[in-house]
């Protein structure tokens, strides 16, 4: 199912560490996203009324997706709903045991699909999918800063993250697959859902057995354990504590830098929610047939998956350099949008596909806005605070994202879309700009302080937020 952390020891100062994150958890929660686009072009939208006639006496006749747009809002409703209380479990119980049991339910949840028979099963099913999942991208984002220093940390998050990308591709070939099955007593998407929800489960059985800390590594010696915990001593970040700080959540609900990157996540995923649901129904509307459009979405995952792994990459081998990559990749994705707005939707035209797929630079934003939240806080319960704000934002940007879709504007391309996205990333440049301006003022101003090395290790494991450690830098 993956490869585990494995580090070699020796002296601290030539230690390396070599991780390839166990991807198919986080490959779990998109391949469900890149079903329900895939369901929808065969069969799920007529079996289930999610597409609706409203006014017949049109040539041709007014349809309304509104419900399909709900039911892709709603599994982040979900998401919204089950990230507080899952957050909270998963941060006093262990780790391994609690992940591992939501994922065999969010699996069982997933494989229930195939049983609905009307739009409101789905959306009932939608949303305590969302619930189930919403513990895995948290859970995520805190192993990783609880097992790698602040300079490995962007890598780690990116290569877990690419997922994103890579089940858009793979998703994408299982969806044509599937389109072409033939015979069997169910619908097509009903045999998506089954494959999917028994992926899922089978994974949340082998997540029982992951640690709750480096110190608790079973595939570490004695030795490795003590040097897998002193490397994260340099990094002032500490080390898992179950205890909840409430001084700690106070101050992140205070910090304005945690809200500018939760902010900045929101407005970023707009546009995820509007391509999982509708990607392939936009992409038909180019002049290619169901199946082609299904096909189209490999190369927008492509670019997701090269671009995460490659800003991650970046990021780890020059300092300082997350923002100014945000900004860069922000703007191919408002070239992109304004190309499918303006260009002309002729038969197999080339400009908006074009522009469909330069879309996929959303997501090397997205990976380094959780890089930037998780490697410039610290303090336990602080860290599960950031990565609970910034789940929540990115629920909002999926709910907000398909209500932008109405099917009443095709004729005009769909401009709400468009703008909205436009708008939300013009804005995520805002903020990156900001927040370059305050934490390296903040770096600048602790440097002065000329503070004792000393006593940056004698606190290290305190567990102090980042603003009590001022031996702490902030990455950006």
């Not at 599994?75 to 939501?102: D, E, K, S, W």
């Not at 909840?244 to 929101?266: N, R």
């Not at 700009?433 to 000329?450: G, P």
Request: net charge positive; proline share 3%; aromatic share 14%.
């Amino acid at each position: 199912m993956g490869w585990f952390t494995m580090i070699r020891c020796g002296e601290l100062e030539q230690l390396e560490v070599i991780i390839v994150h166990d991807e198919p958890a986080i490959n779990m929660p998109f391949s469900h996203q890149a079903i329900l686009g895939g369901a929808a072009v065969f069969g799920m939208t007529a079996d289930l009324k999610l597409r609706v006639v409203v006014d017949p006496t049109t040539t041709p006749p007014k349809v309304s997706t509104t419900r399909l747009s709900w039911a892709t809002s709603l599994f982040y409703f979900g998401m919204l709903a089950g990230v507080g209380p899952l957050t909270y479990l998963f941060q006093r119980l262990h780790i391994g045991r609690t992940v591992g049991a939501a994922i065999v339910i969010w699996g069982s949840v997933a494989m229930a699909t195939a049983g609905v028979t009307t739009y409101k099963g789905l959306f009932a099913q939608r949303f305590f999918l969302g619930f189930a999942e919403s513990i895995v991208p948290t859970a995520f984002m805190v192993i990783i800063s609880g097992y790698y220093t602040q300079a490995e940390q962007t890598w780690r998050q990116c290569l877990w993250y690419s997922a994103t990308g890579g089940w858009t591709v793979i998703g994408a070939g299982i969806n044509y697959g599937f389109a072409h099955i033939a015979g069997g007593d169910l619908k097509k998407w009903q045999y998506l859902y089954l494959m999917a929800g028994s992926l899922t489960v089978l994974y949340g059985f082998v997540f029982f057995f992951f640690p709750n800390s480096p110190a608790q590594a079973w595939w570490f010696t004695e030795e490795e354990k003590i040097v897998a915990i002193e490397r994260l001593r340099m990094g002032q970040m500490g080390v898992r504590c179950q205890k909840i700080k409430w001084s700690q959540i106070k101050e992140a609900a205070l910090d304005v830098k945690v809200w500018l990157i939760a902010i900045m996540m929101g407005a970023a995923y707009s546009v995820n929610g509007a391509v999982s649901g509708f990607g392939p129904l936009i992409v038909s509307t180019f002049g290619w047939s169901a199946y082609d459009a299904l096909l189209w979405q490999m190369p927008l995952g492509g670019v997701c998956f090269v671009g995460i792994l490659l800003a991650g990459y970046l990021s780890s081998r020059v300092q300082n350099i997350r923002l100014i990559m945000i900004i860069a990749c922000c703007l191919p994705v408002i070239a992109g949008c304004a190309m499918i707005w303006k260009s002309n939707w002729y038969h197999h035209a080339a400009t908006p596909i074009a522009g469909y797929t330069i879309i996929g630079f959303f997501a090397p934003v997205t990976s380094l806005i959780v890089s930037m939240g998780m490697a410039n806080v610290a303090g336990n319960s602080k860290k599960s605070f950031m990565a609970a704000a910034i789940f929540y934002m990115y629920n909002v940007g999926n709910i907000v994202g398909p209500q932008w879709v109405r099917s009443e504007q095709i004729s005009s391309h769909y401009p709400r879309l468009w703008q909205g996205v436009i708008g939300c990333y013009a804005l995520v440049i805002a903020i990156a700009i900001t927040l370059y301006i305050m934490l390296s003022a903040e770096n600048r101003k602790r440097d002065r302080l000329a503070l004792d090395t000393k006593e940056a290790e004698r606190v290290a494991f305190d567990d102090l937020t980042d603003k009590q450690n001022k031996h702490f830098r902030y990455a950006y």
